[in-house]
Structures are given as C-alpha cells and as structure tokens.
C-alpha cells in the first residue's frame, strides 16, 4: 500500500538541493531544459559562423568577410534544418543520442554548404573555403556536444536537472523500475502507486500524488500499460493538459489495442504523447493567446494603474485579489482578479450561503453586499477579470474555455460535472456569451461540454467576437 506520508519526504529530500537560481536552471523542468537547448543551438551557430569567418580569412581569392555576413541568416536556415531533421536538438536526453546521428547530420550540413559555390557562385565561395571551414565546423560540433553531453550527466551526478518521475504498477515491477532510474540519466524516482481495478479510482490517486510531489513525469510498467480497468486515453489527455510526460514499459497489446505510436526516450523506456486536439489549430490558439495576452496587458497598462488607484482610494487593502480556482485536469492554480469585494469577503461567505442565488455548486448572490462601489462597476463591465491576462500568459488559463471555479464551488461538483475541467479555462467562453450567472447550472454545464466536444480555431473566433457585445449588454454580470 502506497503511504502519502513516506511519498511527501521523498520529495522534499530529492528537491533541497534545487533552490535558487542554479537550481532553476538546473531543475529537470521544460523552462530549463529549453533553456539548455537555446545554448547548445547558440554554440552550433557561433560554431558555424566562426568556421566560416577563418576559412575565408586563410583562404585567399574566394570570399571576402562581407559575404559570410550577407549569408549568415541563410546559412544558418540551411544548417539548423538539417540537423533538427536529425534530432539533434530534441528532448532525448543528451547521454541517450546517437554519436553516429551526430556525425551523420553534421557530414549532411557540410555537403549542403557545398552545394553553394556550385548552385550560387555569385556568393564568392570556392570549395577550399567549403572544405576548409566544413572540417572546422564538424571538429567544433563534435567538441561542442561531447562538452555538453559531459556537463549535463555531471549535472545529473550532482542530484541536479534530473526529472521527478512516479513509477505506476506493481510494487515488485515498480522496484525494478526504481532501481533502473538509479542507475543515473535524467529521471529520480520518487514515489509509486499500484493500480485499481478501476481505472478511474487510480487517476483520481495519481493526480493527487503529482500535486503533492511535482513530479514531471510518469512510467507505466508493463502490467499497467495493459491493465483492462485502466482508462488509457483518459490517462494521457489529463497528463497531457499538466504537462507531464508519459513513458512506459508496453506491452503488444497495449500498442495495438490503444493505437499508440510511441517515441524513444531509452533503451526500455517509450515515451507515448497525447494527440493533440487539431494539432495546428491548438498551436495557432496558444500562439494567439500569447500575443494577444501581451499587446493587451501593453496597450491596457494604463487602465490598470487607474483601476488600481480607485480600489485603494475607496477600501483598505491591495488592488490585485488572489483567489485558488480549479483548472484544466483540476489541477489547482492562483487566479488574479481586481479586488471588487472589502477584504473580509471570505470570512462572510459561510454567513451568506443561506442567500445564494445560483443552483448547482455556484454561489452567486445578485446584490452581494460585500461588493464595494467601484466593484460594482468594475463587475458590470467585466474590469475585474483584466488581470487575468497574466494568467494566459502563464499557461493556467486561455482566452477562451470554461471558466475556472472557486475551490468552493469545485468541491461541490459531482464527477461528472468535474467533465468541464477537460480543457484549459478561459478568460470568456460559451457560458460568458449566453448569460453568464442568469444561466442555471445545468445549462452552464451543457455549454462547457458542448465546447469542448465541438472546438475549433473558429468556434474560439465567434466566442471572442460574441463577448463585446455580451460586455455592453451585461447580462448576467453581477
């Protein structure tokens, strides 16, 4: 039986020598990792850059310097595209690649360079300069990734960057497991769970080991990845939306029966990726959330530091209001709002809940006498909600989804109703353009489940378009 108590010590004593800055930089997540691979990318483009500078310096009556400088940002295309198609910069870790993958895609790099003096000769290259600057640069390469490589299984001797993993199965497969992951590379164990016979008793465990321990990652072993009461596909769209890895120890069946196609992380481990819904239409929805997060949070500074000033000079207490909500997969996370409430809101709620308006597990009061004037102003015009532009910006929400409940509200939805946390909450969604708190709790859910069913890049289009007017009507907005 898996003890919580026992589980929360491990965690605490693989995690103490990650604190500060280094050891953010060092910490195994994929913030840090990326970072690791924008410096190796780095050093192959100086690499390259170098190479090219001195053969045309010891090389005479080829190409001049102004030419490398002209054909850098071209050359650097060419260079990167081949060997990103060789996985050189992918998230294998470093001591797992292939020497050979190496040298084939750096020999690849070298013969595309050549293919320039004779298809381009107008770029003033001659082979001399191509050969002498293609000798440095796969010298450099190979030099560059063998110090990288070195440094990173330093790093994981240290008990540094390595990636706090749970291990799911039986406990005699879960040690074998363990004593694999001990023997070093990027993944510490810390911590195990067996299975149920229902599958949805064990993610429900599983989801609170990870809130406890962190961990980023999760290997099945072999029973597990073909235990019969185990909801698979459920498994990995809820690893997926918290943005932990998948690895497992599969069995045919478990291949077959579940369609997989894994990629390789190690010798016996596969990682398996979630489908992402639409794939390019789920990219272009987080690169808009993006960018529009920031022009906005830009544009509006202004309104904020006016907001901010209202609610100080009205009330005590600070501006920004900070409250725990349920997210996607119900991972919890700090939602900002405008404060539109006295500060000892909270403490009167359980007085209030004999009042509350809302069916279901809201709790909605239409002439809440907590809310303060500007509140009630700032909620008439959806001001309140502005700052949870951070939050889009910070991954926990979108702008458009359902929207993300008090952990109030949360604890009182059935399993069922727990559905709508299927996808990352939004800013504004179905339910904000149909009514918002004059709708009852049913149809809310109906909306939430009907948008996840049915996204599309174009149904998140018409919502946003849809909440300017429902803005200006007010609908709801109490």
Not at 77 to 90: E, I, Q, R
Not at 325 to 336: M, N, P
Not at 392 to 402: E, F, H, Q, Y
């Amino acid at each position: 039986m898996d003890r919580p108590d026992v589980f929360e010590g491990i965690v605490r004593e693989s995690g103490g020598a990650t604190r500060g800055v280094i050891g953010w930089i060092f910490s195994g997540s994929s913030v840090s990792r990326l970072f690791g691979r924008v410096g190796l990318i780095t050093a192959d483009a100086c690499a390259l850059v170098a190479s090219l500078s001195i053969a045309v310096l010891v090389v005479e009556g080829g190409a001049a310097f102004e030419d490398v400088v002209f054909l850098t940002p071209l050359l650097l295309a060419g260079w990167f595209a081949v060997l990103s198609a060789h996985n050189l910069y992918s998230w294998t870790p470093p001591q797992r690649r292939d020497v050979g993958g190496l040298v084939s895609g750096l020999l690849w790099g070298v013969g595309l360079l050549g293919l320039g003096p004779l298809l381009y000769p107008e770029s003033g290259f001659v082979l001399v300069e191509v050969a002498v600057a293609g000798s440095l640069v796969v010298s450099l390469c190979l030099g560059t990734h063998f110090v990288y490589g070195r440094s990173v299984e330093y790093i994981y001797s240290r008990g540094l960057g390595r990636i706090p993993t749970l291990v799911v199965g039986p406990e005699q497969e879960r040690e074998r497991v363990r004593r694999m992951l001990e023997g070093g590379g990027a993944y510490v164990y810390v911590g195990g769970m067996d299975l149920d016979h229902e599958g949805a008793g064990s993610l429900a465990r599983l989801r609170r080991m990870l809130d406890v321990s962190r961990a980023r990652s999760v290997v099945l072993t072999e029973s597990a990845s073909g235990h019969e009461g185990f909801r698979f596909a459920e498994l990995l769209r809820s690893m997926w939306l918290r943005k932990v890895r998948v690895m497992m120890i599969p069995t045919t069946s478990a291949l077959v029966n579940n369609a997989l196609v894994p990629n390789k992380v190690g010798a016996t481990l596969l990682e398996v990726r979630y489908p992402r819904p639409k794939g390019l239409q789920w990219s272009i929805k987080r690169t808009l959330d993006v960018v529009v997060a920031s022009g906005l949070l830009v544009l509006l500074l202004p309104v904020f530091l006016l907001i901010t000033l209202v609610i100080r000079f009205n009330s005590r207490g600070p501006a920004l209001f900070r409250q725990r909500r349920a997210g996607a997969d119900q991972l919890s996370f700090i939602c900002y709002k405008f404060r539109s409430m006295y500060v000892d809101a909270g403490t009167l709620q359980a007085e209030l809940e004999r009042l509350n308006d809302a069916e279901g597990a809201f709790f909605k009061i239409k002439r809440d006498p907590r809310v303060t004037a500007p509140g009630q102003f700032l909620r008439r015009w959806s001001l309140d909600e502005l700052p949870q532009l951070v939050n889009v910006l910070r991954g926990d929400m979108s702008l458009v989804g359902p929207r993300p409940l008090p952990i109030r509200d949360f604890e009182q939805m059935s399993d069922y109703e727990k559905r709508r946390l299927l996808t990352v909450p939004g800013i504004t969604g179905l339910w904000q353009v149909s009514g918002r708190s004059d709708l009852p709790f049913d149809e809310m859910m109906r909306l939430d489940l009907h948008y996840i069913e049915n996204w599309s890049l174009a149904l998140d289009l018409g919502i946003l378009l849809r909440t300017f007017r429902a803005v200006l009507r007010g609908r709801g907005a109490y």
